[in-house]
Structures are given as C-alpha cells and as structure tokens.
C-alpha cells in the first residue's frame, strides 16, 4: 500500500511537472534546468519523493537519470543526495570490486563537482571527500597519498583534522614500501602540523578534536621512527646556517628534535633553542636552556639561563621557588657555593613548604665549606650547618634521620672549650660567621 501511494505521488508530480515543463520551456530552453529540460524536472521530482520516503532503492536510478539530465547548476541536492545514494550502493556491492571501484569513482567526484559549481561549499566538499576516500579506498597508499594531498593544499587549515592523520599514515606507508624519503614524510608532518595549529575552531567538540588529532599525529611521527636525529640535523642544520634568526624554523626545529629519540644533545638543538628565547624570550625557553647547558656543563652558561627564568615575571611564585631551589642545588654541586647559599634561602622564603629541603641543603652547604683562619674562626662555620639542620627537621620530620645523622658529623669539629676559652668565648655566646662570601650569626658551642 506504502508503494501505491507512492506512485500515486509521483504521477501527480509528474503531471506537474510536465505542465511547468511545456509552459517554461518556451520561455527558456537554455535555462536552470538546461536543454533537457522535461527529463530534468521529471526525475528531480521522481528522485526528490523516493528520497523524501527513503525509499532509495527507488531513488536511485532516478536521481541517476537526473544527474544525467540536469546542469550542475539545477540542484545542489543533487550532488548532497547523490553522496547518499552511492554510499549505500558501494555498501551493497562491497563483493564486487570492480563495480564498487567504479561507484567510489564516481562518488569522489561528485565531491569535487559540487565544489566545483557551488563554491561557497568547496571546503565541506572536499573533506567529505577526503572521509570518503579513508572510508573506501584500501591498500593504496599513493592514490591516498596523492588525494589527500590534493584536499589539504587546497583547505589547508580548513582541513577536517583527521584527514591531516590519515595523509601522514598514506605518507608512512609509502616511506616503508620505498617510495617517499624521510625528507618527504618530515615536510609532510610539517605542514600538517602547521595548518594543523592554524585552525581556530571554536566548537568545544572540534576544539578536543582538533587536541586528540594533534597528540595521535605527533604520536604516529614518533612511532613511526621515519626520522632519525641524523635525518633531522641533515635536513635543518643548512635551513638554520642560512636563516638563523627565523623563529617558525628554530620551533620546527626544537618541535621535530623534542620528539625524535635521543635528539636533543646536539649544537643544532642548543641554536635553535637559543633562537627561539632570543627572539620570543620566555621563562619556559630560559629554563630548557639551562637544562641543556648544564647536561653538557657549560656551568657559567646554566646558571644565567636559570637567572634569567626565574627573574620573568609571567612565571608564578610557586614555579619561581622550584626553579630557585634546583639553582641552589645545581650551583652547590659544582662549586658556587656562595650563590648555592643565597639561592636556597631565596627558595625557603618564596615557598614555606621547601623550607626543609632547603635548609638541609644551606646545612650542608656550611658543613661543606673550608674557612680560614684561627682555630674558632676555622671551625665556626659548622654551628652555622648545625643550626640549619636543627631548622630543616623542624620543617620537615622526614628529614630527621639524615638531619640527625649530618648533625653527629658536624658536632665532632666544634673546638674544644678550652680552645674557645683562650679566645674569651663560652658555650651560649653570639658569633657572627663569615666565609666564603657568606655570613651568618650563630651561637659558641664547644665540645663537650
């Protein structure tokens, strides 16, 4: 009964039809619906009501015969629903490869039809195309390569974001099979990560999606293990000799090398690195600066970068006491220690919680110190460590044992009371410390 009233439908259509054909084809012959005018109308309306019904199986060699009879310019529908209808018949012909071939064809460039005569929808055209072609066209790396290619220079950063991914598996597949190099896989991740992070959608789902896409392309690129740091300093080192002040090149160059094994430990690195802090300075880029000047101790060179991130002002206390504290940490271990001293009391008051570490570490930064002079003033400095280390438990009762054991060492070399006695000093007397560029006032304590 459903297909009665169907038809019913469709000859009243068609009646209509043909009565606007005769009377408009006069008029123009030439017009909207083009030289074939009658057949045109008749199977938009044919196609259009199945479609309406769902009834596609019905739909489909009309919309066929109005695709053939109509201009392009009739009916955007026409390429909107023909998407549909060629999808569900290669889902029905799946067996045969070689119909289904011929109906992906088509519908491929029913996609680049559309984007063709309707320009204002060329983008959605031409990604739909791309999901397409992911959707059916099977171990053919190059004809994927090649298409999606084609999609992302022409969107570029309108570019649906998984396309981006599926091009850099097309790319990787072809590098593996030998018929790209690492440098083409290299300037494809490239771009796709350029266009990539210059898309500024503004949908809470696309901006997550457009995240997840970034994460899983950089993610295949590392996997992949395309490019090897040799690759890489072969590719950029001449790019960055003759542009050394480009800063889209020295990101590139750190954003490649971060994520390529074992990478990082290379001059090419340092420079560009140091490109990017020189023209857009930042605590972040100072501190990654430190960090790789102090792994090839370049000392000197560590502490300023170090300096310089914890003096910008955009970083926040917190960060600032960390990174105050690894100064203290790192000048200690190699010998700054009156730096190491003034760096961790700096820490202890910008972050009451590093109190504890950090007075243990001033502890053993006086413990450790050699002073001159008379036998008090020589041996002075060690009441200063112990007090440090009395203040550390204190803060942090983790930090007892080893407190409590450093404290044993120290209280073996405070002078004899005798000693102290020969230079009018008592147990309980105030004295000032100073050593090694350091100063600290502190109590007499003798041995007992």
Known sequence: MKKLSIMKKIATLAVFALTLMFAGARLNAQGK??????????????????F???????????????????????????????AVLLRREITKNAKNEVYKNQLVDSLLDLHE???????????????????????????????????YN?????????????????????????????KLNAEQVIETYERNLEYLDNSNPTDPEDIEQKDKVRTDLETLFITSKVASCDDLIKLFGPRYQANPNDLQLAKNIVKMMSIAEDCQNNNLFLNAVTTM???EPSYTSSYYLYRLHASRNNV????????????????????????TFELAAYA?????LSKAYSAARQAAELDSSMQGKAYMLIGQIWGGIACGGDEISARAHFWVAVDYLQRAKAADSSLTEDANR????????????????????TDGQSYTVVCNGMSATTTVRTQK
Not at 152 to 165: A, D, G, M
Not at 332 to 336: A, L, M, S, T, V
């Open 332 to 336: 200690y271990k190699n010998g700054r």
């Open 52 to 82: 309406k019904q769902k009834a596609y199986d019905e739909a489909t060699p009309n919309w066929r015969k109005a695709y053939s009879s109509c201009p392009a310019t009739a009916s955007q529908n026409l390429f909107i629903h023909g």
């Open 33 to 50: 619906y083009g030289a074939d005018s009658v057949n045109c109308i008749k199977y938009l309306s044919y196609y259009r009501e199945y």
């Open 113 to 147: 039809q559309r984007a063709k005569f309707y320009p204002k929808y060329a983008i959605a055209s031409l990604n739909n195309k791309g999901v397409d072609m992911s959707n059916y066209i099977k171990d053919d790396a190059q004809t994927l390569y090649n298409g």
């Open 277 to 279: 802090n020189k023209l």
């Open 300 to 323: 000197d060179e560590a502490i300023k970068y170090l300096e310089q991130a914890i003096a910008y002002p955009e970083s926040d206390r917190k960060t600032d006491a960390n990174y």
């Open 406 to 425: 450093m404290i044993g060492q120290f209280s073996r070399y405070y002078p004899q009371t005798a000693d102290a006695f020969m230079y009018n000093l």
């Open 150 to 178: 084609d999609i992302i220079t022409r969107n570029k950063e309108n570019t649906k974001p998984t396309l981006f991914l599926f091009d850099m598996q097309s790319a990787i597949d072809l590098f593996n099979n030998g």
